[in-house]
């Protein structure tokens, strides 16, 4: 069964400093792959999907994310993190049906 | 993409009584999701909902629970019955986010529900 690991359940970090956020995923085939931000009273808003092609997806907000299938990841990375970004972060997965499979999510906090 | 409207925002219950969430959409779409995140936890699909048939529910979701309407291609209710304190959520509709289901999900902003 398909399934998404996200091993960090909060990420502190200071303002101007980089941001690594982890996604492991458990499926056979190549997944789509997802990443969501959900800022408080907010629903979630989407940052950047991969399918196929190039491993280096940009997303917005500045955030990109590689897709590297010999390590089942999708790692959420941002140079340069803004007060702003503090904010819950969703992976989530799919064979390719409606049905996405989302991680726990991981909740940053940015330090001024 | 397109915009969904989510009311209510939040609200506190009592238990045995229940709550009618309503997701508006600014755009005609085919098939329409309603998610629920428990405190600390993941999304979990409730059911889809397709106008003009009995939404689709997941395992472990039933239709007395949590009731879908769905009268037309901008509009869908979910309604949580005879509630108890576990059935304190959030609650999210999404839609496609444009492009095909599998470009990603628009989601409403939630209804937080505390039965009390």
């Known amino acids: 069964a398909q399934s998404v690991t996200q091993p960090d359940i909060h990420i502190t970090v200071s303002e101007g400093a980089s941001l690594e956020l982890r996604c492991n995923y458990s499926y056979g085939a190549t997944p789509y792959l997802f990443w969501y931000v959900q800022s408080p009273g907010q629903g979630l808003q989407l940052l950047l999907k991969?399918?196929?092609?190039?491993?280096l997806v940009q997303g917005i907000k500045g955030f990109e994310a590689e897709f590297k299938r010999s390590q089942s990841s999708f790692n959420l990375r941002k140079p340069s993190v803004h007060w702003s970004d503090a904010a819950e972060y969703f992976c989530a997965v799919t064979s390719g049906t409606y049905k996405y499979i989302f991680g726990t999510g991981t909740r940053l906090k940015v330090l001024a | 993409s397109a915009v969904i409207s989510q009311k209510p925002s939040r609200d506190i219950c009592q238990r045995g009584t229940s709550l009618t969430i309503q997701c508006q959409v600014d755009?005609?779409?085919?098939?329409m999701f309603w998610y629920r995140q428990q405190p600390g936890q993941s999304l979990t699909l409730i059911a889809t909902?397709?106008?003009?048939?009995?939404?689709?529910?997941e395992s472990g979701f039933v239709i007395d629970k949590f009731p879908i309407s769905r009268p037309n291609l901008t509009f869908s209710t979910l309604t949580v019955s005879n509630m108890s304190p576990e059935d304190s959520s959030i609650y999210l509709c999404s839609v496609e986010g444009g492009g095909g289901l599998f470009y990603g999900y628009t989601f409403g902003s939630g209804t937080r529900l505390t039965v009390v």
């Open positions: 755009s005609q779409v085919t098939m």
């Open positions: 909902a397709n106008q003009g048939s009995e939404a689709t529910y």
């Open positions: 991969y399918f196929s092609g190039d491993t």
